[in-house]
């Protein structure tokens, strides 16, 4: 496990990053958020991220408008969800400002993931297959000429 010391926040900013773009669009996201959102809490502990403030969501959940904790890593922002103490310490910096981006960031998520599962001292997700067949499945026979249905009778 990286220590403190150690730590190359601009790289882990870049990590978090990747993962972050990647888990927008991931089938099933919940580890690449899991990874991102501990990965940001530990170095906001670590004094290595600061909470900027509260921003409202673009995205709200169940028609309710909801905030979301801004936080800057090195040249990178970041949103997480916020903590009770949030709101009572942080401004509110009302609407999503879509103005500024993030800096273009060239990393694979493998690496990425790898560098901060590191960090953070968790072992790596397990990868999973990329085609998942039913219980049900049962490959074609259909263009095989040795196929164990066809009939003795008509043969040519």
Aim: glycine letters at 2%; a positive charge.
């Amino acid at each position: 496990m990286l220590q403190p010391r150690d730590i190359d926040v601009q790289e882990l900013a870049r990590a978090l990053f990747v993962v972050n773009k990647h888990a927008k669009t991931a089938p099933d996201p919940k580890y690449l958020y899991q990874l991102k959102k501990e990965a940001i809490k530990k170095l906001i502990e670590e004094q290595a991220a600061t909470k900027i403030g509260l921003h409202f969501s673009d995205h709200p959940k169940f028609s309710h408008q909801h905030s979301t904790l801004l936080v800057q890593i090195a040249d990178y922002y970041f949103h997480i969800p916020p903590s009770k103490d949030d709101f009572k310490t942080l401004k509110h910096l009302g609407k999503l400002d879509q103005s500024y981006r993030n800096p273009k960031t060239h990393m694979s998520l493998s690496h990425a993931k790898k560098l901060l599962a590191n960090y953070l001292g968790w072992p790596l997700e397990k990868p999973r297959p990329t085609h998942h067949r039913s219980t049900y499945y049962t490959p074609s026979s259909l263009g095989k000429m040795d196929s164990p249905f066809k009939s003795k009778r008509y043969k040519r």
